[in-house]
């Protein structure tokens, strides 16, 4: 399975955008790459997917680079609740659609 | 729609004891998952359902996890019996099955049984 790289932290200060960065320099062409969050103490819930081009839904944007090696979801006004851990999952549109988890970036956000 | 319904919540048991957790999915979610995630790690997979058939459980450790879904419905997993290593949040999650063609595919998760073993 191709893997995605993340930094292990990031800053945000309050109502400031923020962008977390994702590279996967193995993606293949039938990969989707999908955001999921985990806030403390909870379950993992799905943020926002694409393929090859940027996306917006209510909580973020995928911003998706040109060769697909590398994505940017965007928090456009970090609150105090977007304070969690970010996992970037790339998901083959075959097979049995597994999530396969990394570390993750822990987003931290300043008052 | 309820989301993904998980029970209990905490549980604390001693090395070599058993323990049994409940997953009850989305209505109408055919596909399954349960996780493991250990402290300051992303949560790992452990199994997955479709319907109340396995598709992969080659991360299960079968000398003493074991799982079912019952009709297709809820699910338990089972540990027995326990290790000091398998103090963890035990994640259950369901999604409906993927159509391909860029429709999303969601897993919606629960809020997951957090185990201790002392």
């Known amino acids: 399975d191709a893997k995605t790289t993340q930094p292990n932290s990031m800053e945000s200060n309050e109502e400031e955008p923020v962008h977390l960065p994702c590279n996967h320099s193995t993606i293949s062409g039938t990969d989707y790459i999908h955001w999921y969050r985990q806030l403390p103490s909870q379950g993992p819930e799905y943020v926002i997917h694409?393929?090859?081009s940027n996306v917006n839904n209510r909580m973020a944007s995928l911003a998706i680079a040109e060769d697909r090696k590398s994505s940017t979801l965007i928090l456009h006004r970090a609150t105090l609740r977007d304070a969690a851990v970010y996992y970037c999952?790339?998901?083959?549109?075959?097979?049995?659609?597994?999530?396969?988890f990394g570390k993750g970036t822990k987003l931290s956000v300043i008052p | 729609e309820a989301g993904v319904a998980q029970s209990p919540r905490y549980k604390i048991i001693e090395k070599r004891q058993s323990v049994a957790f409940w997953c009850n999915p989305i209505?109408?979610?055919?596909?399954l998952y349960w996780y493991q995630q250990i402290l300051g790690q992303g949560p790992k997979l452990l199994i997955q359902f479709q319907n109340n058939g396995v598709v992969d459980d080659s991360q299960l450790p079968k000398d003493r996890f074991s799982a079912e879904r019952l009709k297709g419905v809820d699910s338990t997993l089972k540990i027995q019996p326990a290790k000091l290593e398998d103090s963890a949040v035990y994640l259950c999650?369901?999604?409906?099955?993927?159509?391909?063609?860029?429709?999303?595919?969601?897993?919606?998760f629960g809020p997951g049984t957090r185990l201790t073993v002392t």
């Open positions: 999952i790339l998901l083959r549109e075959a097979g049995s659609y597994q999530l396969t």
């Open positions: 209505s109408g979610h055919a596909t």
């Open positions: 694409g393929l090859t």
């Open positions: 999650a369901s999604s409906r099955p993927f159509a391909g063609g860029g429709e999303s595919f969601e897993q919606y």
